[in-house]
């Protein structure tokens, strides 16, 4: 079944590190997101791409940075963690023209 | 994309409809009406969308008001389940989706 991966789901990690979260889709969808959220709060787009080699940022700032190589990934990385970027990060796809956005299950970081 | 404004909850007795209002008094002719829900934290799901006429599908029923200022998503039976916080979005298909603050619905056993 076509779907959509995030990986790890929980992350827990010290600051100063270097993280890369996963994000896989198999719907052959040109258009993919980045969306964080903090408990309890509204979600807030950090990062789109429209296709290969294709990235821009979203409308709240993050020292996040993003890569799209291939169609299907489109993982997001920070150089060096920090406490305030303690979050659950989602990733989504859509195909070109499509109504629906399928979202993955998430990644919850915890940085201390 | 035109702004939407939803109560920020309700509750609802299991197994009554819920009805979930949507107010967008600014819409333009080529937006839709997008309903979206996030369960504890999970990613969000696609409901429902319409332009102008009603739609239903196994999920929920979506009623626009002929002016299309406004709307309301309908949950015919609600279920514990369907306990959520659940997103109104207008935008044009093209346009990437934001997020507001949505209404947290509570069904109560």
């Known amino acids: 079944e076509a779907d959509i991966y995030q990986t790890p789901r929980y992350l827990v990690i010290g600051t100063g590190k270097k993280i890369t979260l996963e994000c896989s889709q198999t719907?052959?969808?040109?258009?993919m997101y980045w969306y964080q959220q903090d408990p309890g709060m509204e979600l807030h787009l950090i990062h789109y791409?429209?296709?290969?080699?294709?990235?821009e940022k979203g409308d709240l700032s993050s020292e996040s940075t993003v890569s799209r190589i291939r169609t299907e990934h489109f993982p997001l990385t920070l150089e060096s963690a920090r406490p305030s970027h303690t979050s659950q990060y989602l990733c989504a796809s859509r195909g070109t023209g499509g109504h629906g956005y399928t979202f993955g299950s998430g990644t919850r970081l915890t940085v201390v | 994309d035109a702004k939407t404004t939803q109560p920020p909850s309700m509750d609802c007795a299991e197994g009554r409809a819920a009805n979930l209002p949507c107010n967008h008094s600014t819409i333009s002719g080529n937006e839709y009406v997008y309903w979206y829900r996030q369960i504890h934290s999970q990613g969000p799901q696609y409901i429902i969308h319409g332009l102008k006429n009603n739609e239903t599908n196994e999920m929920a029923s979506l009623i626009i008001t002929e002016d299309r200022k406004s709307s309301t998503l309908i949950l015919p039976h609600a279920t514990l389940r369907d306990t959520a916080v659940y997103y109104c979005?207008?935008?044009?298909?093209?346009?990437?989706?934001?997020f507001g603050a949505g209404t947290r619905l509570t069904v109560k056993p």
């Open positions: 719907m052959g969808h040109d258009k």
């Open positions: 979005i207008v935008r044009v298909p093209i346009n990437d989706m934001r």
């Open positions: 791409s429209y296709g290969v080699n294709s990235t």
